[in-house]
Antibody, heavy 122, light 113 residues
Framework: EVFLVQSGAEVRKPGESLKISCKDS????????IAWVRQMPGKGLEWMGM??????????????RYNPSFQGHVTFSVDKSIKTAYLQWSSLKASDTAIYYC?????????WGQGTLVTVSS | DIVMTQSPDSLAVSLGERAIINCKSS????????????LAWYQQKPGQPPKLVIN???TRESGVPDRFSGSGSGTDFTLTISSLQAEDVAVYYC?????????FGGGTKVEIK
């Protein structure tokens, strides 16, 4: 069974940067897409995009897919050596306040992290 | 983007009764080359991440009770809970994976009457 463990809740001010993490405790990290999903307070689920950790065979960005609604505002990355995926903002907005989930899968998502609550407030 | 519309927004069902949730996509999610509908259903309980219940519109995930069933094709889909149990209280979401961006329905909240 794959367990995805996310970093803890964060509070930031508008304009600040942030990087949250998702660590895979299983053995499939290098061969599984990791997606990021946003859930704003009291709202539904939004797919932000996904990243394939094993980029050793690619020479372009085909191992990363961004939802156009989020592209340019967030950045996905991975550290294969510690089986961890990251979601990063360089300049947060109040509207980024939400729970962010990482999830394993490219079509559907059969394993989810517990979620990271990000609060952006002045 | 494919827009997923769920109905109703919420429903209250007596224990042991049937709950039916509808999901409609703005375009077909049926891949005619393999005759598969690219649709999943999730259950989200308060304070928890979503849990996959069904994929390919009607295939139950391992460990999901058989009171959960999915049906439909093309643009119209249904999740049925045949005999509602207390532990089924949750918000249910449909999701299409026919094309990116992957999109979810707005959710249906199921409560006990």
């Amino acid at each position: 069974e794959v367990f995805l463990v996310q970093s803890g809740a964060e509070v930031r001010k508008p304009g600040e940067s942030l990087k949250i993490s998702c660590k895979d405790s299983g053995d499939t990290f290098a061969n599984s897409w990791i997606a990021w999903v946003r859930q704003m307070p009291g709202k539904g689920l939004e797919w932000m995009g996904m990243i394939y950790p094993d980029d050793s065979h690619v020479t372009d960005d085909s191992h990363i897919r961004y939802n156009p609604s989020f592209q340019g505002h967030v950045t996905f990355s991975v550290d294969k050596s510690i089986k961890t995926a990251y979601l990063q903002w360089s300049s947060l907005k109040a509207s980024d306040t939400a729970i962010y989930y990482c999830a394993r899968g490219v079509l559907w998502f059969d394993s989810w992290g517990q979620g990271t609550l990000v609060t952006v407030s002045s | 983007d494919i827009v997923m519309t769920q109905s109703p927004d919420s429903l209250a069902v007596s224990l042991g009764e049937r709950a039916i949730i509808n999901c409609k996509s703005s375009q077909s999610v049926l891949n005619r080359s393999n005759n598969k509908n690219y649709l999943a259903w999730y259950q989200q309980k308060p304070g928890q991440p979503p849990k996959l219940v069904i994929n390919w519109a009607s295939t139950r995930e391992s460990g999901v009770p058989d009171r959960f069933s999915g049906s439909g094709s093309g643009t119209d889909f249904t999740l049925t809970i045949s005999s509602l149990q207390a532990e089924d209280v949750a918000v249910y979401y449909c999701q299409q994976y026919y094309t990116t961006p992957l999109t979810f329905g707005g959710g249906t909240k199921v409560e006990i009457k």
